[in-house]
T-cell receptor
Framework: SQQGEEDPQALSIQEGENATMNCSYK?????LQWYRQNSGRGLVHLIL?????REKHSGRLRVTLDTSKKSSSLLITASRAADTASYFC???????????FGKGITLSVRP | GAVVSQHPSRVICKSGTSVKIECRSL??????MFWYRQFPKQSLMLMAT?????????EQGVEKDKFLINHASLTLSTLTVTSAHPEDSSFYIC????????????FGSGTRLTVV
């Protein structure tokens, strides 16, 4: 079963707008990660947030984690057409533990 | 940064033949690598965890005799799809994690397998 469930499943926005993607999970975690995948390619790690962290920033990315609600959000500010891709959240239970991926969100940024 | 090289990127094979996919960590050592399978427009499903020097741990429902995994060194893991059939056609992705633990898992660029 899917540990992570992202919503929305598809998001279309105009370049320059912000994109917010949400992820919910079911069991306890050590960390939550967000990945990006361009069509037919491998995954690129975007950001990792540990269970004892609430917010983290990296460039135009902001991720939050609410362990009480078992949810996370990824915000991409000032989106660009090049941000068009699928985004996945994944949860891990510890170092070198396997990751469990959500179903993914398809983001389309219109130029 | 950590780089994982996966080859081949695309392969077409006939039914009944075997295909080997390689996953190499180029600038770091990975005692553990992971193999995933992804169908079109779907998420990644973990197939097995590859441990250097020991047997792989397979997820429920994954046939270990069909998907042979070898992790003979700290930088190389291989997945062999034996006696491939059209239903094995999929996108296979490997990943490994830098032992520093400060980064997420690094993924290979994937292998598109088409069995005809």
């Amino acid at each position: 079963s899917q540990q992570g469930e992202e919503d929305p499943q598809a998001l279309s926005i105009q370049e320059g707008e912000n994109a917010t993607m949400n992820c919910s999970y079911k069991t306890s975690i050590n960390n939550l990660q967000w990945y990006r995948q361009n069509s037919g390619r491998g995954l690129v790690h975007l950001i990792l947030i540990r269970s004892n962290e609430r917010e983290k920033h990296s460039g135009r990315l902001r991720v939050t984690l609410d362990t009480s609600k078992k949810s996370s959000s990824l915000l991409i500010t000032a989106s660009r057409a090049a941000d068009t891709a699928s985004y996945f959240c994944a949860t891990g239970k510890g170092a070198n533990s396997k990751l469990t991926f959500g179903k993914g969100i398809t983001l389309s940024v219109r130029p | 940064g950590a780089v994982v090289s996966q080859h081949p990127s695309r392969v077409i094979c006939k039914s009944g033949t075997s295909v080997k996919i390689e996953c190499r960590s180029l600038d770091f050592q990975a005692t553990t690598m992971f193999w995933y399978r992804q169908f079109p427009k779907q998420s990644l499903m973990l197939m097995a965890t590859s441990n250097e020097g020991s047997k792989a741990t397979y997820e429920q429902g994954v046939e270990k005799d069909k998907f042979l995994i070898n992790h003979a060194s700290l930088t190389l893991s291989t997945l062999t799809v034996t006696s491939a059939h059209p239903e094995d056609s999929s996108f296979y992705i490997c990943s490994a994690r830098d032992v520093s633990g400060n980064y997420g898992y690094t993924f290979g660029s994937g292998t598109r397998l088409t069995v005809v």
